[in-house]
């Protein structure tokens, strides 16, 4: 059984947890992660996000999301027998989310969803520091979003 656990903190009463959950899980499937899987997704403010952005990535600024997939168990994905595989940690935050949402023109919930998928991406290995990586996440994307009948634009940049 998959596993999505979610920590809103004050914006859980802003968000639709069943839509950021589906959005873990069609991420997994669309990626053909067999089995079963386990993350967190935690929905932040700037101040949280800025500090772990500083102290994991060394960029003193808040950013929209943050990715720490599972390594510490000796090697990615590994799980004890009959245990879902813990694929890591989604950290957004909501205030980039609400803004992003506004530039793009679309619902919040619509970017909170881009977000997860792109979170979930991150942990499984996607990246798009060069130009074809890009490409093949963005691909992903929106696919995913499509799938979830998502209709918002992607920013290039």
């Known amino acids: 059984m998959t596993k999505i656990h979610l920590r809103a903190g004050a914006y859980r009463q802003q968000i639709d947890v069943r839509r950021l959950r589906q ?4 991420t997994l499937a669309h990626e ?8 967190t997704i935690a929905i932040t403010d700037d101040d949280e996000i800025h500090a772990l952005n500083r102290k994991h990535r060394g960029v003193d600024a808040p ?23 813990y694929r890591g940690d989604v950290v957004i935050s909501f205030p980039r989310a609400v803004a992003q949402a ?11 969803t881009l977000l997860v998928i792109h979170g979930v991406l991150h942990l499984l ?7 074809r990586e890009k490409r093949k996440m963005w691909a ?7 799938d979830l009948g998502v209709q918002i634009k992607i920013n290039a940049a």
Do not use: C, M
Not at 63 to 85: N, R
Not at 102 to 112: D, F, K
Not at 140 to 146: G, H, S, Y
């Open 23 to 26: 959005a873990a899980v069609k």
């Open 32 to 39: 053909h992660i067999e089995g079963d899987a386990e993350l």
């Open 63 to 85: 950013t929209d999301v943050l990715s720490f997939a599972e390594t510490t168990t000796g090697g990615p994905f590994i799980a004890a027998p009959g245990e879902p595989a």
């Open 102 to 112: 506004r530039i793009g023109g679309h619902p919040v919930a619509g970017e909170l």
């Open 125 to 131: 290995g996607h990246d798009h520091a060069k130009a």
């Open 140 to 146: 992903a994307q929106e696919e995913i979003l499509r």
